[in-house]
């Protein structure tokens, strides 16, 4: 497993493979890897003849106030873990070789960008797309990988790739969860014992939404409304938002008729925590 640094060299890699008609995966991530990401590798894996895992923890989608500094890392777990599954390249550049002194320029999504995650996080998905257009510019992907967790996400993701004509197939895997539901995330290592406990009732809250669709209810008030009454029940728990919304344009629903995404966003102690569910009907 090769382990690089500099952009330049990423894209000399990445030339070398396409030149000879290869597939390259991606798989972008801030590190600490769980359950999660290493389920992506491995689907990656089965798809790329270069498998590239990039381990960067992006400074501009980081809020003002916001766990930047205190991110969780560990670079040595990392790299056995990436190993283990066979990943061919680890891209791992400095803060200054991605953002170099005079850096100017960003992609901004508009208004996809701005609602529900990017309303209580002004900026976040300015940086998360700014920092994957350039992950995509330096690793030359055919195929990247992204989780369902992080479902705004790979809507801005995808909104960006089709509006800039990036070449590149994006993949959305399911969430991975643990026993209890709680999906599996770097942060939920800010979890006390106690906090843990509680969390999961964050995928049951939208296992009930699912519930009362499923029995018929479209009323979004109200199933939001029952959602909050089970949240509400732990204290610990400061519930930020819970939103019905179009899948596709992620614009929030009044009545649900078709398939919905339903997402929220929580802090439990140190935590914000975030999950979703997309539900048919
Ligand atoms: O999902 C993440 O870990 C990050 O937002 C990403 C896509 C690696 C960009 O920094």
């Known amino acids: ?35 999660g990401h290493l389920s992506l590798m491995r689907q ?68 996809v960008g701005s609602i529900l995650e990017g309303a209580s996080r002004p900026g976040h998905f300015r940086g998360v797309a700014t920092i994957v257009a350039k992950l995509f510019n330096a690793v ?4 990247a990988y992204f989780g369902q967790k992080d479902f705004q996400q790979s809507v801005v993701i995808k909104k960006m790739v089709e509006d800039l004509d990036m070449d590149v197939e994006i993949v959305v895997l399911p969430t991975i969860r643990e026993k209890d539901g709680l999906a599996t995330s770097s942060r939920n290592v800010y979890l ?43 204290k610990l728990i400061k519930l930020e938002y819970i939103a019905i919304t179009d899948p596709g344009t992620l614009k929030e629903i009044r009545r649900v008729k078709r398939e919905v995404n339903v997402s929220l966003a929580a802090k439990i102690g140190r935590a914000r925590l975030i999950d979703n569910i997309t539900i048919k009907i």
């Not at 894209?11 to 359950?35: E, N, S, W």
């Not at 999961?200 to 018929?216: D, H, Q, R, T, W």
């Not at 479209?218 to 959602?227: G, P």
């Open 1 to 35: 497993m090769k382990i690089i640094k500099k952009i330049k060299e990423m894209q000399k890699i990445a030339d070398g493979v396409r030149m000879k008609g290869k597939i390259i995966g991606l798989v972008p991530t801030m590190g600490y890897f769980h359950k």
């Open 44 to 111: 990656a894996r089965r798809k790329s003849d270069l498998l590239v895992v990039s381990i960067f923890v992006n400074p501009t989608q980081f809020g003002p106030g916001e766990d930047f500094k205190s991110y969780p890392r560990d670079l040595r777990r990392d790299l056995r873990l990436a190993r283990e599954i066979g990943v061919d390249v680890i891209f791992s550049p400095a803060v200054k070789e991605m953002y170099p002194k005079g850096f100017l320029t960003h992609v901004d999504v508009g208004e």
């Open 140 to 143: 030359k992907p055919h195929l």
């Open 192 to 234: 006390t014992k106690k906090e843990r406990k509680i969390a999961p009732v964050l995928y049951k809250s939208l296992k009930l939404a699912e519930k009362l669709i499923k029995e018929g209810e479209r009323d979004s008030r109200e199933i939001i409304r029952s959602m909050e009454e089970l949240i509400e029940k732990e």
